[in-house]
């Protein structure tokens, strides 16, 4: 993902002022090097103090494609430097207020004497001068700009900063996902139903339709040595509970192992599935035994959400895509003595943030669903969590809604699925009614870690809603 630097100056102070120029350009470097993660390049324009090469950084961001751009404000500078750069470019713009030091040592500036060598150390020191002319520019052509006041060392600045990033290369990965979308919907459950156009247009993201007489024919194909390794993988990555037939087992290698070849050949990013089949037919033998191989591409950066749940499928994968989790779930119960609410699902499930071993179980039913075969018992692990939804509202705007949490210790349910107890600051009652006045289906992606503002600076980025409950 690459990312545009570029600072600001005015060129008709560099022959007033001969050191100024070199101190500013070592700024933005330290700029530059903070910039710096693995995954992004950084685009540095340099110092731009004329239009002319207001004009050349614009053609260099539109050449390399640059998913953002981070203008560093090194000293006063025009607003016709800037305004050219932004406007061609064309995408999100970060404005860094960031003074050298959180203040002046005046008693050694004073002690200068000379107020010409005084005026330019005090404009290595004026950044926030040019603040309220960019803005003003930039709210008068139309242009949405975001700002971070600070200094160049200073952790508050730097949080936030880091947080543009991490959404920039969240934007950038959903804009290349290929999301597969097998099967059909949950007939009857009206919520979950998606606009994939209107999802694509938002997120930039394609859908790859897909049948399950391909994924068939991928699990005819399987051989006994493949079955072999898979479940060698499961032994390794679930607790196999001894209750688990290996007539089941077996099965369920056998899909994961064609679930997987499907996401190689069609280069899926995440997918959204459901399939019921007449009884006894082989597509329903595959989708009864799909929750292991599921869970196991969910918690490898694949994210599978049941009941064709495309909406929730994408608010997993952005989860995913922050290092959160992102687990398939849905409100089961309250707990008013203990003032909290239980979520979890059947399905696919995110091992990557369970707490304790992920038990591998066999169900003799699927609640609501055909069929029976192994499931996925595990809780979210204790700590702060995120639940993130994302909403199609009724004028078809998409939206992201989310919540911080804590995920607690105290009893669940041993009923072959995950589920977990969670707490919010607004209590259960105020959380459960605001959260439902969003209008959200009744899935959502619970996260590990609070990562609300990364989702307030990722909606920025798409030009979307995001609405904080708590």
């Not at 209750?243 to 994961?256: D, G, H, I, L, V």
């Amino acid at each position: 993902m690459k990312i545009g630097l570029f600072g600001i100056g005015l060129e008709t102070y560099w022959p007033q002022f001969p050191d100024l120029r070199p101190r500013l350009e070592g700024y933005q470097q330290r700029v530059h090097k903070r910039l710096m993660q693995d995954g992004v390049q950084i685009i540095d324009a340099g110092l731009v103090d004329a239009p002319q090469k207001a004009r050349a950084a614009a053609d260099l961001f539109r050449r390399e494609d640059v998913e953002i751009i981070f203008l560093y404000i090194s000293t006063y500078a025009l607003s016709s430097t800037v305004l050219p750069v932004v406007q061609k470019a064309g995408v999100p713009v970060v404005v860094l207020n960031l003074q050298p030091v959180s203040a002046i040592d005046y008693e050694t500036f004073n002690a200068l004497g000379d107020r010409g060598k005084m005026t330019g150390e005090w404009l290595a020191y004026c950044q926030a001068c040019s603040a309220p002319e960019i803005a003003s520019v930039f709210l008068r052509a139309g242009i949405a700009f975001h700002l971070v006041t600070g200094t160049l060392d200073d952790r508050i600045a730097w949080t936030e900063i880091d947080a543009w990033v991490s959404a920039a290369k969240v934007a950038s990965a959903m804009r290349q996902n290929r999301v597969g979308v097998l099967g059909h919907y949950y007939g009857g459950m009206l919520d979950v139903y998606s606009d994939m156009t209107q999802q694509s247009a938002v997120f930039g993201c394609h859908f790859e339709v897909l049948e399950m007489c391909e994924l068939k024919a991928l699990r005819d194909d399987v051989t006994a040595a493949q079955v072999d390794a898979k479940l060698v993988q499961f032994h390794k990555e679930f607790d196999v509970q001894p209750q688990c037939e290996p007539f089941e087992m077996e099965r369920a290698a056998r899909t994961s192992v064609a679930l997987d070849r499907l996401v190689e050949r069609h280069d899926l990013g995440s997918l959204a599935y459901y399939y019921e089949g007449w009884d006894g037919n082989e597509y329903e033998n595959i989708v009864t035994s799909v929750i292991a191989g599921n869970s196991l591409l969910t918690a490898h950066g694949v994210p599978v959400a049941g009941e064709y749940e495309v909406k929730n499928v994408q608010a997993m994968k952005i989860m995913d895509l922050l290092g959160a989790g992102g687990s398939f779930s849905e409100f089961y119960a309250m707990d008013f003595d203990d003032d909290i609410v239980m979520f979890g699902h059947d399905g696919p499930a995110h091992i990557a943030i369970a707490d304790g071993p992920v038990k591998l179980v066999p169900l003799p039913v699927y609640h609501g669903k055909p069929g029976k075969g192994l499931s996925i018992e595990m809780q979210v692990r204790n700590g702060p969590v995120t639940l993130l939804s994302v909403v199609q509202d009724g004028q078809g705007k998409i939206k992201l809604l989310s919540a911080e949490g804590e995920s607690t210790a105290g009893p669940t349910l041993h009923i072959g699925n995950t589920n977990s107890r969670y707490r919010f600051s607004l209590g259960a009652r105020d959380f459960v009614n605001r959260w439902c006045q969003a209008g959200p289906a009744h899935h959502c992606a619970i996260g590990v870690g609070h990562i609300a503002g990364v989702l307030d600076k990722l909606a920025a980025i798409f030009g979307i809603e995001h609405i904080r409950v708590c």
